[in-house]
Nanobody, 121 residues
């Protein structure tokens, strides 16, 4: 059993900042990649950013230069620092982890429940 618990969402004005956190717990053997996706109403889920256990990062073009992803591998926790937020960043942000658990032999994707980020004046 694996759980991903997100925190840090909320309402912020345009130009403001938020920091999201996601902690993975349970029967984790190893984690390959952790990251964040988002889904706005009526739109497809899209990758925001992810980070490998080696520290390699990947960002959507729309957030480059504004968002920073980081990871505490020992704590199985990933963070997303979001600066210069825009109205179009409004969405449910979902934590993702690609990992192997103690009861599996392959890598599988696990998801958090999502946290709402609303950017509005």
């Amino acid at each position: 059993q694996v759980q991903l618990v997100e925190s840090g969402g909320g309402l912020v004005q345009p130009g403001g900042s938020l920091r999201l956190s996601c902690a993975a717990s349970g029967s984790i053997f190893s984690t390959r990649t952790m990251g964040w996706y988002r889904q706005a109403p009526g739109k497809q889920r899209e990758l925001v950013a992810n980070i490998t256990n080696g520290g390699t990062t990947n960002y959507a073009d729309s957030v480059k230069g504004r968002f920073t992803i980081s990871r505490d591998t020992a704590k199985n926790t990933v963070y997303l620092q979001m600066n210069s937020l825009k109205a179009e960043d409004t969405a449910v942000y979902l934590c993702n982890a690609r990992m192997r658990t103690l009861t599996t032999t392959g890598l599988y994707d696990y998801w958090g429940q999502g946290t709402q980020v609303t950017v509005s004046s």
